[in-house]
């Protein structure tokens, strides 16, 4: 069975400064890996996944992240973080398999001015 | 396009009560989930339904129960409800089955089970 763990639970950054939030996950098999994100009051928005092949994933508003598989992690960092950038953020892991997906329990991200 | 729509956004239940909530997906799509988001925690895999039928259950008892109708609307029902099942619950949908495709999700349903 696969699981997640988000080892920060809250991320306080200043604005326009750089951010990683870490995420690391078990498994014994063959995984795919997102990173979700999810304003106040809103649903999940897909921030990017890995599916295959290139371990550096670029995905939306300037996130990137990258899968390492001999350390079982796939952190999401950006360069410069905007007061917009607020939100939980949970990473997520499924089994190639599999049609459920499993997430971690979020990050927040704090943004001070 | 509407994205996924979820109703109704709210509601208040009494224990033991039973209670329906309902999900229509994106347009072109044909697979729903359901996911329980407790508070602080993360999104917990409840079941998925493509074509119809249950095709993926997480660890949840009978009480949740669901169903696809054929314009792939969807809909979870939980029955005796307890304190514990309060919660935000979201459905997500995506075309075809599998985790590789995006999965688009709702805006949710909170629940408040008194």
């Known amino acids: 069975a696969q699981s997640v763990t988000q080892l920060d639970s809250q991320v306080p950054v200043f604005e326009e400064a750089p951010v990683e939030l870490r995420c690391n996950y078990s498994?014994?098999?063959?995984?795919?890996l997102f990173w979700y994100v999810q304003y106040p009051n809103q649903g999940l928005q897909l921030l990017l996944k890995?599916?295959?092949?290139?371990?550096l994933v670029k995905g939306i508003n300037g996130f990137e992240a990258e899968f390492n598989k001999s350390q079982t992690s796939f952190h999401l960092r950006k360069p410069s973080v905007h007061i917009s950038d607020t939100a939980e953020y949970f990473c997520?892991?499924?089994?190639?398999?599999?049609?459920?997906?499993?997430f971690g329990k979020g990050t927040r991200l704090h943004i001070l001015p | 396009d509407a994205g996924v729509t979820q109703s109704p956004t709210h509601l208040i239940k009494t224990r033991g009560q039973q209670v329906t909530l309902r999900c229509s997906p994106k347009?072109?799509?044909?697979?729903v989930s359901w996911y329980q988001q407790a508070l602080g925690q993360g999104p917990q895999f409840i079941f998925q339904?493509?074509?119809?039928?249950?095709?993926q259950r997480g660890n949840f008892p009978d009480r949740f129960s669901g169903h696809q109708f054929p314009n792939y609307s969807s809909e979870l029902n939980v029955n005796a409800l307890l304190l514990g099942d309060s919660a935000l619950y979201l459905c997500?949908?995506?075309?075809?089955?599998?985790?590789?495709?995006?999965?688009?999700f709702g805006q949710g349903t909170r629940l408040t089970v008194v």
């Open positions: 997500a949908s995506s075309s075809g089955r599998g985790a590789r495709t995006e999965a688009f």
């Open positions: 339904y493509y074509e119809e039928e249950e095709r």
């Open positions: 498994s014994s098999v063959s995984v795919y």
């Open positions: 997520a892991v499924s089994d190639v398999r599999d049609d459920k997906i499993i």
């Open positions: 890995y599916l295959s092949g290139s371990t």
């Open positions: 347009s072109g799509h044909d697979t």
